[in-house]
């Protein structure tokens, strides 16, 4: 499309989130562009390599915490059954938080692919709800968590469907 040089052109309104700033990957906006995360209005930090790779990093630090304290502090002090759904929530927190790693790694490649984006984010979900609940539930015992453990697998299945199609569409 070409400008007639004839007719006013008017720049687009400039408002407070405009060149200059920086998107929270550290990517700097171009002239004019108007940041995601305030032009929505949303709080939700975009996810974005650095995010996901800072999260990973983040769970698999807990991971190993987390199985050294069932290790060598609460084991023999829970019941066979509850260490059983300990070591279970320690599995899944290391298998999701690598993948969320290997999604992350995947981010920097394709910064902006949507089923990369949502497939971090249910994997996050998913660490959160699943190995979260077993955590609790295995140390505390409120019987109202075993409800949350479904929603955290499934998040787990959508962050692989989400990555299988991610895959399938690269």
């Known amino acids: 499309?070409?400008?007639?040089?004839?007719?006013?052109?008017?720049?687009?309104p400039?408002?407070?989130?405009?060149?200059?700033?920086?998107?929270?990957g550290g990517n700097k906006?171009?002239?004019?562009?108007i940041c995601p995360k305030h032009a929505s209005?949303?709080?939700?930090?975009?996810?974005?390599?650095r995010l996901a790779l800072t999260l990973a990093a983040s769970f698999l630090f807990a991971g190993v915490f987390i199985g050294a304290f069932g290790a060598h502090v609460l084991e023999g002090k829970l019941a066979p059954d509850l260490m059983?759904?300990?070591q279970t929530a320690v599995q899944y927190h290391f298998w999701?938080?690598?993948?969320?790693?290997?999604?992350?790694?995947?981010?920097f490649h394709k910064p902006d692919y949507a089923p990369l984006v949502l497939s971090a984010?249910?994997?996050?979900?998913?660490?959160?709800?699943?190995?979260?609940?077993?955590?609790?539930?295995?140390?505390i015992d409120l019987p109202g968590l075993a409800a949350v453990m479904p929603l955290g697998g499934v998040a787990?299945?959508?962050?692989?469907?989400?990555?299988l199609w991610a895959a399938l569409r690269w």
């Open 121 to 139: 984010w249910f994997m996050v979900v998913g660490l959160v709800l699943f190995c979260g609940s077993l955590y609790l539930m295995a140390l």
């Open 41 to 49: 209005g949303n709080l939700w930090p975009q996810m974005n390599a």
């Open 29 to 33: 906006l171009q002239d004019g562009e």
């Open 96 to 107: 999701h938080a690598l993948g969320l790693l290997a999604v992350a790694i995947l981010l």
């Open 1 to 12: 499309m070409r400008l007639d040089p004839t007719t006013e052109h008017r720049a687009a």
């Open 84 to 86: 059983v759904a300990y």
């Open 14 to 24: 400039v408002d407070m989130y405009v060149a200059e700033r920086r998107l929270p």
């Open 156 to 163: 787990f299945l959508a962050a692989w469907a989400t990555l």
